[in-house]
């Protein structure tokens, strides 16, 4: 199996990987290869910025749409792992791997605004 390298800042185009849209961008050129039987390395070098909206939206949904593979399949890199960056991406995996934990809390951000 092949691996390829995928910077987050090439493809987004910034050091600040904050708005869906770049999350969605990730997910995109990661699916392709992972598509293609590649495993994929997602390389944070460089990035400033990370929020739980490009988490959700890049490695969320890979780990939601390849649950079979993503953990064999998808290395992250470039991230320490004793960050708030680090416990995002992680976050993201759980909600991803569980999706009655979102659910519940999305449930209970609603009853905040009840």
Known sequence: MSQVRI????????PNAIIQKF???IFEVSSSYLNSGASIV????????LT???CNASIGQLYSKYPLIAS?????????????W???IQD????AQNPEKA??????ILALFD
């Open 7 to 14: 910077n987050i800042i090439d493809i987004i185009g910034t």
């Open 23 to 25: 999350g969605n961008q």
């Open 42 to 49: 997602l390389d944070f070098q460089g990035i400033s910025n």
């Open 52 to 54: 739980s909206g490009f």
């Open 72 to 84: 064999n399949s998808i290395i992250i890199e470039n991230i320490d792992s004793s960050s708030v």
């Open 86 to 88: 680090f416990e995002k």
């Open 92 to 95: 993201s995996i759980v909600l």
């Open 103 to 108: 659910v519940i809390i999305d449930n209970a």
